[in-house]
DNA sequence: CCTTGCTTCGACCGACCGGTCGGGCGAAAG
DNA sequence: CTTTCGCCCGACCGGTCGGTCGAAGCAAGG
C-alpha cells in the first residue's frame, strides 16, 4: 500500500504502477515491431530487463497487454474528439480539427496505432465487442460533426456520408505506413496537409 | 511428369499445381484470419483437408506461403497500374482510374491484401528489400501520374506532391477495412466516390 | 535479533510450433 | 501377378510458447 510520489512533482504512483507502465510501453514497442501474434512475453521481460517470472508478478496475462494498448488509444481519441467538437468555433473547423488532431495522433504514437490497426483479430469476441463498440462511437462523432457542417450550409455530398467519413478516416490512419518523423513536416502540419485534400469537396 | 487437363477447356495444370493453388488460397484465408505468426500449418492444412506433411509435400516453408501472396498482390497492381497510366484518354483520367482500380482490386481481394498491410515484418531484411522495391515502383507510378496530370494543367497542389499522392493511396487502402461486399455499393462504384473525394483538388 | 512483505528469478510445466521421416496406399505400366 | 511412383499420413524431432512454482534477496518495523 506504500506510495511514494514520483519526484518530478506529478501525480502520486506506487513502484508498481510505475513498473507497470514502463512492462507496457516495453510490450507496445515489441507488439508493434514484431507483431502480437508472434511476439513472446520474453521479448518483452528482455526488453523492460526483467525476467518472466518478475514480468508475470507485474501483469496478469499477454492480453491484458493487448487490451491496455486499446484501451490508452481509445481513451484518448473519444476524450480528443469530444473536446474538439465541443469547442470549435465552426463546423467546418470541427471537421478540420478532428482530421488534423487524428493525423497528429497518429504520426507521433505510431506503436500504438500500428498495434490497433493489425490485431483487432487477436482479441476474442467477448473482448473485442466493448471495443469495437467505442471505436463505432468515435466514428460516430466525426460522422455528426460532417453532417452538423452540412446541414449547416445546406449542401449535400456526391457520395454516402459514410463513405466519405471512411475515407478521410483511411487518409488520417494510415499516416502511420508513411509518417517521417525526420521529414520536413510535423505531424500537426502533416494532418493540416491532409485535411486540404480531404475537405475540398466539403467547400466546393 | 504427368499431366492432365483440368476439365474446364482451360490452360494445362498438374494435379500438384491445382493443389498448391488450393493451399494458398487456404494460406491466405488462414493467414488474414488469424495473422500470419499466429497462425500455424495444422491450421493451414486443416482447412485444405490434408494432413501436415501432405502440405509439406507441396509448399517447402511457411514463409513461402507468404512470398507467394506478395509477389500475387505486386504482380497485379504494377501490371494494372502500367495498363491503365498508358491506356488513358486524359491524365485526368489516368489519375481517377489509378484510384478506382485501386479501391476495386483492394476490397475485391481484402484477404490477400490485409496480410500485405499486416505482414510486412514478418519478412527477413532479405526477402523484404526486393518487394518493398517494387512496391516503391507501383507508388512511383501513380506519383509519376499525378505529376503529369499537374504538369498538363499548369496547376500546383497546396501541399507536397508525396503527401497527397499517399493520402490518396491511403483513402484508397483503407478500405480493406470497412468495404461491406453486402452494402448497397460495389467495390468499382465504391472506387468512384473515393476518387470523387479525392480529385476535389485536383479540379480546383 | 526476528518477522513481514514486496521484488526478483532459476527451473520447470504441458502444449504447440515448423518441419521431417519412414512407410502405407491405389492406380498405371510391365 | 509384380513393380513403380506420385500421393498421403501417424508419429516424431528439437525448440519455444504462455504461464507457474518455490525460494532467495532485501529493506522496514518491531
Not at 508475470?56 to 492480453?63: D, G, P, S
Not at 463498440?133 to 449542401?155: C, K, M, P, S, Y
Amino acid at each position: 500500500m506504500a506510495t511514494r510520489g514520483t519526484g518530478a512533482g506529478s501525480a502520486i504512483g506506487s513502484r508498481a504502477d510505475e513498473q507497470r507502465q514502463r512492462i507496457l510501453d516495453a510490450a507496445v514497442a515489441v507488439f508493434s515491431r514484431r507483431g502480437y501474434g508472434a511476439a513472446s512475453m520474453n521479448d518483452v521481460a528482455a526488453q523492460v530487463g526483467l525476467s518472466k517470472p518478475t514480468l508475470y508478478h507485474y501483469v496478469r496475462t499477454k492480453q491484458d497487454l493487448l487490451v491496455a494498448v486499446y484501451e490508452e488509444v481509445l481513451d484518448e481519441s473519444l476524450r480528443s474528439a469530444r473536446e474538439i467538437v465541443a469547442g470549435a468555433p465552426t463546423t467546418r473547423e470541427a471537421v478540420r480539427a478532428l482530421i488534423v488532431e487524428r493525423v497528429r495522433y497518429t504520426c507521433e504514437h505510431r506503436d500504438l496505432l500500428t498495434i490497433c490497426f493489425h490485431e483487432e483479430s487477436a482479441l476474442p469476441e467477448e473482448l473485442a465487442a466493448p471495443i469495437l463498440e467505442r471505436r463505432r462511437e468515435f466514428e460516430r462523432v466525426v460522422r455528426d460533426a460532417v453532417e452538423a457542417h452540412l446541414h449547416e450550409t445546406g449542401r449535400t455530398l456526391p457520395m454516402a456520408l459514410g463513405v466519405y467519413v471512411n475515407t478521410c478516416l483511411g487518409a488520417a490512419n494510415w499516416t502511420y505506413k508513411w509518417f517521417d518523423p525526420a521529414g520536413p513536416r510535423s505531424a500537426r502540419e502533416l494532418g493540416e496537409d491532409v485535411a486540404g485534400v480531404l475537405l475540398g469537396i466539403l467547400d466546393g
